[in-house]
Each structure stands twice: as C-alpha cells, then as structure tokens.
C-alpha cells in the first residue's frame, strides 16, 4: 500500500480500490492482528459524519475488499461478532 499515491499492488498486480475501500483497507492495515471497531471503522472512512447506513456500509465493502483480495474463505479478514473487523496475518507495511 502506497498513501502517497493511494495504490495497492498484491501479487505485484495493481488492485483497484474505491477511496472508501482504500481507507477501510489502510485502516485494517494499520490495525493488523488486532480487531478494528465498526466505529474505529466508521470514523476512518466517513470522517465525523455520522450515518445510519454506516454498519451496513462498512460490511458491504468488507465484501468487496475480499472479493478483491481473494479472500473466498475469509481467512485475510475475519468478523469478530459484535466487535468488528480483523485483518489477520503478516502484512506488507504500508508506504
């Protein structure tokens, strides 16, 4: 993951991500490991803003970003009920 040009490469192959989706994924990154709130989440992406969509937001571009990532099995990022999202395992640092 690049910030200054807001690209992500995986596999060496670019990965077109939203600016939702880059924001949401920056955020996992720096989190790796740990679980990331929906609100962390929410505030990362949507800024202070408060939505009402925002839970359901935030799971529809987690669907995108495995579906984006190869993540079929949801072993990358993994749910933790009621608490969030993780991003797990060993992660390129981001730039």
Same mark, same amino acid.
């Given at each position: 993951?690049?910030?200054?040009?807001?690209?992500?490469?995986?596999?060496?192959?670019?990965l077109?991500? !939203?600016? &939702?989706?880059?924001?949401?994924?920056?955020?996992?990154?720096?989190?790796?490991?740990?679980? !990331?709130s /929906?609100?962390? &989440?929410?505030?990362a992406? =949507?800024?202070?803003?408060?939505?009402?969509? /925002?839970?359901?937001?935030?799971?529809r571009?987690?669907?995108?970003?495995?579906?984006?990532?190869?993540?079929?099995?949801?072993?990358?990022?993994?749910? /933790?009920?009621?608490?969030? =999202?993780?991003?797990v395992g060993?992660?390129?640092? /981001?730039r």
């Open positions: 993951m690049n910030l200054r040009t807001r690209q992500v490469r995986l596999r060496d192959q670019h077109p991500l !939203s600016p &939702i989706e880059f924001r949401m994924l920056h955020v996992l990154m720096v989190n790796a490991n740990r679980v !990331s /929906a609100q962390l &989440i929410e505030q992406v =949507y800024g202070t803003e408060r939505h009402r969509t /925002a839970p359901v937001r935030i799971s571009t987690i669907g995108e970003l495995r579906r984006k990532l190869g993540d079929r099995n949801r072993t990358l990022i993994r749910n /933790a009920h009621g608490l969030g =999202y993780r991003l060993r992660t390129p640092s /981001a």
